[in-house]
DNA sequence: TCGATTCATTGACATGCATCAATAAATTCG
DNA sequence: CGAATTTATTGATGCATGTCAATGAATCGA
């Protein structure tokens, strides 16, 4: 049943000071005295798997989560039953930060696919950032990137059209696949249409025609859950909006 | 020309100790002695008039702003000349969080009506959050809170139509006036119907409708920018897009 | 104080995207 | 493996809200 095998659980026991994530994760900027420090709090996780929780709305706050592998999306749910997908979160990426005030979390975190998780226990972290003024400096910036990073949604949402959302969507996770030392033009896509959809505030039927007509114009080829994008160069102008006129035609607009 | 009187000059000599926001602001939470040491860090401004810019995108980051008195909007410019508003800070409420990771403003602050803010200077922040745990306590806190409150406005601009959204603004303009002990029932708009329809992702012209029909319906009385909210029940129901009936009369969509 | 500008309101009309519906393809599970 | 379920695609249609335009009201600036 078990999926665990010795490659990935070697993964797993990998200390701050050893993972390929350090530059992206908590330890960014940390000299290795400090970054040996916060690995001693630091608990590593067992594989969850797709479907798994790894904290549900209401759930008390024990601390905060760096994706080691796999990907996570976190979404409220409302009172009519609906939700909303607040994001996807991919390794290296923090997730829980929302929930320091509260004391409970805000979201719910759900297991896209087979993922592993860094848990920082909240208590110890704030300690310790007293202790080692450097990991202060980076939990201020990292919080601060988080809240600068939704001015960004801001502009999707309340101004963006369909094809613009969906560019930038694109755009986006092809940017953060390649920090990650992967491919930033062909990757696989964890989350459904129906929560990209729900993500960029669009109907999935939505996201299936757009997908379609990117396709069409060559711009990308998608099969399934495997995107490959050909324009790069055409997602940005869409996605900001610049007339998308490749240099051969005319916008719709001029019909 | 100059609106300072003798009142409001006093007003922005107080300390944090003396001011009536405390209990909102930064020193939340501290202890008399932690609140003296923050007091003197922090520098009063003069007062700002409206259209003057607390500061803009690109300048340089110095510290965060405490809202004392007044009105400010961020927003953030597009590629395209048009703005996206970010959001209205009222007294009580600090701004620039979001530029400690970059270094530099990502957003332009401006004011709405003659504002005093408190500015606390980042660098001596961070050192001073060293020496008063509570007070890094209190930073995680308030950056958390900004963070978790992001969901609402992905909510709001993601899943809810257009009377969702006024009613949404406004019954957050209502609490976040009761907080400050003034009135969650009849206040001062000071920002531009435009604005609002930028910040809520709609076009002016609904808002203006959207006034005029709450006003219709009994929920709110509106006179250019004072507002009444005479059913703030009404209101609630609609912004959680519960069936918007009151016990009276069926909505418009059974006719 | 008066003309110029900005802001708000209202109506007519257009359209982008949602919704509904049907089907197909993929995945799950007994 | 085959039935049931979920996910994706595509087409037809409708509606909420945007856009355009006209007018009036308020505010600003000289």
């Known amino acids: 049943m078990s999926k665990t095998t010795i490659v990935n659980f070697n993964d797993l026991k990998i200390a701050c000071e ?5 530059r992206l994760c908590l330890p960014m ?9 916060l690995d001693q709090i630091v608990s590593r996780s067992k594989p969850y798997h797709r ?11 024990k601390g905060i989560y ?5 990907s996570i999306k976190t979404y409220v749910s409302r009172e009519d039953g609906s939700d909303q997908v607040l994001g996807f979160h991919l390794p290296g990426e923090i997730i829980g930060l929302d929930a320091i005030e509260a004391g409970v979390h805000g979201c719910t975190a759900k ?6 998780v860094c848990l920082i226990p909240y208590e110890k972290l704030e300690k310790l ?13 990292l919080m601060s990137r988080e809240i600068s990073n939704e001015s960004n949604m801001l502009i999707l949402l309340g ?5 613009e959302r969906l560019a930038t969507f694109l755009l986006s996770l092809s940017q ?4 990650r030392g992967f491919s930033s033009q062909e990757f696989n896509l964890s989350m459904s249409r129906n929560e990209i959809g729900n993500y960029l505030g669009l109907a999935v039927e939505t996201i299936s025609r757009l997908f379609t007509r990117f396709q069409d114009e060559g711009i990308l080829k998608v099969e399934r859950k495997h995107v490959e994008l050909l324009d790069i160069e055409a997602l940005k102008r869409i996605s900001s909006h610049c007339s998308q006129n490749d240099s051969s035609s005319k916008s719709s607009a001029s019909i």
């Open 111 to 116: 297991i896209l696919e087979t993922t592993a």
């Open 29 to 37: 900027g940390l000299e290795q005295s400090d970054i040996e420090r």
């Open 159 to 163: 101004k963006k059209n369909a094809d």
């Open 129 to 141: 950032s007293v202790e080692i003024p450097s990991l202060q400096h980076q939990m201020f910036r």
């Open 51 to 61: 479907n798994d929780y790894l904290f549900r709305e209401g759930d008390t706050f």
């Open 18 to 22: 050893n993972c390929s994530l350090s």
């Open 66 to 70: 760096a994706v080691k592998t796999g």
């Open 176 to 179: 953060r696949y390649k920090q």
